[in-house]
């Protein structure tokens, strides 16, 4: 079981920046994949995000391409999301997730991932 804790969420204006951080621990920690998902107010939770642990390989969401960075620390666990050039559309809750398992491959189906964090609010205004 792996244990994650999100940080880093506040308020911002239409083309500001954040960086959100999630903490991971546990003693079977051992993700293969990790991710970050939003939930807007009344919507479905979307991927956003996700990095493959081994490799580093990377996979967005359209509406977040060139804008916002996914990254990772693996000695200090740490799973990172810079984001730029908000817009109120990115309001919504975040969400640090992984998977541990048996599967390779990763992708932005958040039914993937079975370790979830409480979540860090972002909020942009116009």
């Known amino acids: 079981q792996v244990q994650l804790v999100e940080s880093g969420g506040g308020s911002v204006q239409a083309g500001g920046s954040l960086r959100l951080s999630c903490a991971a621990s546990?003693?079977?920690?051992?993700?293969?994949?990790m991710g970050w998902f939003r939930q807007p107010p009344g919507k479905e939770r979307e991927g956003v995000a996700i990095?493959?642990?081994?490799?580093?390989?990377?996979l967005y969401t359209d509406s977040v391409k060139g804008r916002f960075t996914i990254s990772r620390d693996n000695a200090k666990r740490m799973l990172y999301l810079q984001m730029n050039s908000l817009k109120p559309e990115d309001t919504a809750m975040y969400y640090c997730?992984?998977?541990?398992?048996?599967?390779?491959?990763?992708?932005?189906?958040?039914?993937?991932?079975?370790?979830w964090g409480q979540g860090t609010q972002v909020t942009v205004s116009s």
């Open positions: 997730a992984a998977y541990q398992g048996s599967r390779a491959w990763c992708n932005l189906f958040h039914g993937n991932y079975n370790n």
């Open positions: 546990g003693d079977t920690y051992r993700p293969s994949c």
């Open positions: 990095i493959n642990t081994g490799a580093g390989g990377t």
